[in-house]
């Protein structure tokens, strides 16, 4: 249940992201909207291995920079998962690398957001 609520609020921001994003648009059917964001959750879930291996070899840097290189590193991944998926052909494109950037940052901040809310609702309802 829990990955369905994720995999739609992912939906949800990619479609804000989309409306919000000059360079990221969406010209199909609204179910390929969902297949994008099952992408992109696949891809990210992919990539967080290698991103430990990566930061487990760069702990150093991490330690000079105060953690700054892995917040770097980390959005990076996210801009090339974003942009991959928006040559993938379903709909969703990304005109370009800073497209892809600013979708990506404003992608993650609502995913933020639009988990915090629903946790909190969740913890409320519970009570």
Known sequence: ????????????????????????RFAGEPVWVLAAAAALGLLNMLARPALFLVHALTFPLACLTFG?????????????VFYF????????????FPAAAL?????????????AVVGAAGRAARR
């Not at 979708?103 to 988990?115: F, P, T, Y």
């Open 85 to 96: 998926v928006g040559t993938l052909g379903w709909g969703f494109r990304v005109d370009g």
């Open 68 to 80: 700054l290189w892995t917040f770097v590193l980390s959005l990076f991944v996210n801009i090339l």
């Open 1 to 24: 249940m829990r990955l369905i609520l994720r995999w739609l609020l992912t939906s949800v921001a990619l479609l804000v992201t989309i409306h919000l994003v000059p360079g990221v």
């Open 103 to 115: 979708g990506a940052l404003v992608m993650s901040a609502l995913n933020v957001v639009l988990s």
